[in-house]
């Protein structure tokens, strides 16, 4: 599929909104979005996290604090006034916006955490993905211990195969780049070095790391053996997002393809075909993508330095492409 719009990163726009401050030179790392108003997160290197409003062509900072000691990798909105943010300090914080305070701490992940999302009827349900190749689940619910929350789920080694955790799953350990919730039972993840996202089955306990009892997903979808060949180095995503239905994937891989996989099937086979989006290209992990409220389009960043817009189609697959 051809892209819709491409816009040259930091490009002054009629609707491009400008934020400088001469003695905060940060690096962003990660955005979000208020899901009922116009308030807009950013993550930084430096661990702190500012609330923009978007309401007027002047973006406005409204509030600043700080989450973590180290660059925060991932936020995502939990409720009105709670924000999730993940970090390289192995742990998982959720802050109070109105006042700024810790709520809670989520620990269980033995390097940085990479991603996060909730169950997204609920403000209690969390999953993380970190670079540990552990995938946590939580619920806010339970009781705390030494002041924090522990896992009531964990797959370790989501994303390890069993011969490279034979050798060493030190060496190998694959970064679980985003994990998303389909419902209660079902969640999706994928990794920097696999080409193959996996869905587990939250009812099912997997067993701890083990050279022998591997965990197994309930069903994967694999990138086209013929896309992964094109590369040379291994396949992986960088990011992925479900559509509002739930029902459709779309998943940045490392061969610069954005892949839009039907939950609707059972599998996808390395031979599958798969409708795809080309144009942006993915050099790092850290290029991400987003989708509009109503899922028409589909903006993704780029190692070029642009960002990419595509109109998203989910059934005719040759669309036009403008600058």
């Given amino acids: 599929m051809a892209n819709y719009r491409k816009l040259?990163?930091?490009?002054?726009?009629?609707d491009t909104y400008i934020d400088y401050d001469a003695n905060f030179q940060r690096v962003p790392c990660a955005c979000s979005f208020h899901p009922n108003n116009d308030l807009c997160a950013i993550s930084y290197d430096n661990g702190n996290i500012r609330l923009y409003s978007t309401f007027n062509d002047i973006l406005k900072l409204v509030k600043e604090f700080q989450c973590h000691s180290q660059c925060i990798f991932a936020i995502?909105?939990?409720?009105?006034r709670l924000l999730c943010a993940t970090s390289g300090d192995q742990t998982t914080v959720i802050y109070d916006i109105e006042t700024g305070n810790e709520i809670d701490v989520l620990r269980g992940h033995t390097m940085s955490v990479r991603s996060v999302c909730k169950l997204y009827y609920s403000?209690?349900?969390?999953?993380?993905?970190?670079?540990?190749s552990i995938i946590n689940i939580y619920d806010r619910?339970?009781?705390?211990?030494?002041?924090?929350?522990?896992?009531?789920?964990?797959i370790a080694c989501a994303h390890i195969s069993s011969t490279a955790l034979q050798k060493s799953a030190r060496k190998d350990t694959r970064s679980v780049t985003a994990v998303e919730f389909q419902d209660e039972h079902n969640l999706y993840s994928c990794a920097c070095a696999d080409s193959a996202l996996k869905v587990w089955d939250l009812r099912y306990t997997y067993s701890r790391l083990n050279t022998t009892h591997m965990p197994k997903p309930k069903r994967m979808f694999c990138v086209p053996i013929d896309d992964v060949k094109s590369i040379n180095r291994l396949a992986g995503f960088s990011d992925m997002k479900m559509d509002s239905n739930r029902m459709i994937l779309f998943a940045n891989c490392t061969n610069s393809k954005i892949y839009q996989f039907d939950l609707h099937e059972d599998t996808y086979l390395s031979s599958s075909k798969i409708p795809s989006y080309t144009g942006h290209r993915v050099g790092s992990f850290n290029i991400k993508i987003a989708l509009s409220p109503y899922d028409q389009l589909l903006l993704t960043g780029s190692s070029d330095f642009y960002s990419y817009i595509y109109r998203v189609s989910l059934y005719n697959k040759k669309i036009s492409k403008s600058e």
């Fill in 8 to 14: 040259k990163v930091h490009e002054v726009g009629t």
């Fill in 76 to 80: 995502a909105w939990i409720s009105d």
């Fill in 123 to 132: 403000t209690n349900v969390l999953a993380t993905g970190g670079r540990d």
């Fill in 141 to 154: 619910r339970y009781s705390k211990k030494q002041g924090a929350l522990y896992p009531i789920s964990s």
